[in-house]
């Protein structure tokens, strides 16, 4: 993995190794372990079918801009478990060689995922459908870092882009202020290609759009099995009603949970924009140097604001608060209602049952009841619970509850193959 990482961020990561525990040697060293930990978001990325990843992102300019200046809004929805996304970082770079930049990630992670520098130029990352990587490769976080460190154009990170082999396949949504608008470049182990938009927006969620992968074999199943070509339509339908975006709007449109048309999907759906596991979510304005950080939970927290100017003029006191207070957007209106706090139930009664499920225990009538209210529009909600009347030899009970999963909407085509089979393999 070395080999494919350049010596300048090795140097970083070897520097932030010396502050780590000894407690996992057994797995490495320190540096070895933080170097291989920069793969660890791409082998999630080809794992997506076990639904650790589906990120939407969209841009904005000219006529479809409250200001006509470039606004992006992006949801990191990378799920490692509730405990990950408690460490948010958000991080000011100013590097030896290139530009300065902002970059927002966990700690000990030198990548980028979202992030912009000093010249306006924003990076932010979409997983496409991969292979299982066989061989080593550059992470394509350490991709998006070089680009952000050493990029002002969509041309310039492009040619970075090209240079380089990854071993996942990715889009990398570049916005640029010099260029006023923003480009998705596409990237694969075998092909680069850079997509471009004829209108005033682009919008990039988990399947490629270009002539150069549009057809491919791999692109065309993840378009035909996957909830990425319905999120895309939202997004467009959501940008659509919302026009022209400033960021409150983006803001709305990334903590929006409904489906097309406005449809209930039952919370946590990864049909939809907010799937409520976002590690981060971002709103950037290039032109101002502006970058909003959503907080907790998700994105439903407040979204701080940094002025990069400030930040990077050497005039700001790093030993006070730093964002930019009177541009804070308001916490979403969702955590104050009841509907979150039946989400968390439903999050805590989904472990538990599964668990009891798991041992063959027998569990309350008044507990399943409240289970099933936490969420009723959400289709794994009574795929769990006929799991558990499997369990325990209520078959068919069982087969009604799948049933009634199958009459929701699913995210992916596989999760409708899996409950299936399960009817089919009781009758």
């Known amino acids: 993995l ?24 057994f797995i490495g060293t320190p540096y070895e ?35 006509s200046s470039l606004i992006i809004g992006r949801n990191f929805d990378f799920y490692m478990g509730d405990k990950f996304a408690h460490n948010k970082l958000v991080s000011f770079y100013q590097p030896e060689q290139g530009y300065k930049f902002a970059s927002v990630g966990w700690p000990g ?13 924003t990076v932010t990352i979409n997983a496409a459908k991969s292979d299982m990587p ?49 480009a998705i470049i596409e990237k694969s182990p075998e092909k680069t290609a850079l997509f471009t938009s004829s209108g ?5 969620t988990n399947h490629y759009q270009s002539d150069t992968f549009r057809n491919d074999e791999r692109n065309q199943e993840n378009i035909a099995t996957s909830d990425s070509p319905y999120r895309f339509a939202r997004l467009q339908e959501l940008l659509k009603e919302n026009k022209p975006i400033d960021p409150m709007k983006a803001a709305s449109i990334l903590r929006n949970q409904k489906g097309l048309d406005n449809i209930d999907l039952g919370m946590g759906n990864e049909m939809a924009i907010n799937q409520l596991i976002a590690h981060h979510s971002v709103i950037f304005l290039s032109e101002k140097q502006i970058m909003y950080v959503s907080t907790s939970p998700w994105q439903c927290g407040k979204y701080m604001a940094y002025d990069l100017n400030k930040i990077f003029s050497d005039t700001i006191d790093f030993h006070h608060e730093i964002a930019t207070l009177n541009l804070t957007i308001p916490e979403d209106n969702f955590i104050r209602q009841a509907n979150y706090k039946q989400f968390m ?13 798991q041992r063959k225990e027998t569990i309350e009538t008044k507990v399943l009841n409240l289970y099933e209210a936490s969420n009723p ?4 909600v009574y795929e769990v619970l006929g799991d558990y009347y499997a369990a325990i030899q209520q078959t068919g009970t069982a087969i009604i509850y799948w049933q009634k999963a199958l009459t929701m909407l699913i995210p992916k085509q596989a999760e409708k193959v899996r409950i299936q089979q399960k009817i089919n393999k009781k009758q």
């Open 200 to 204: 005033n927006q682009i919008i990039c």
């Open 377 to 380: 529009s959400f289709y794994y």
């Open 2 to 25: 070395g080999k494919n990482v350049p010596e300048e961020f090795r140097d970083e990561i070897y520097g932030i190794s010396l502050s780590c525990t000894h407690e996992y040697d």
């Open 109 to 121: 992670m030198i990548g980028v995922l979202s992030g912009m520098n000093e010249t306006g130029l």
């Open 345 to 357: 139930a439903y999050k805590q009664l989904t472990k538990l049952i599964r668990e009891k499920t």
């Open 33 to 67: 372990r933080q170097l291989n930990y920069h793969s660890a978001h791409d082998l999630g990325h080809a794992m997506q079918d076990y639904m650790l990843v589906g990120c939407s992102s969209f841009a904005t300019w000219g006529e479809n801009s409250a200001d």
């Open 134 to 182: 066989t061989a080593s490769a550059t992470p394509i976080s350490i991709l998006t870092r070089e680009i952000l460190q050493y990029a002002s154009t969509i041309d310039e990170a492009y040619a970075i882009a090209l240079k380089r082999k990854t071993f996942v396949s990715e889009s990398i949504l570049i916005g640029s202020a010099r260029d006023g608008r923003a």
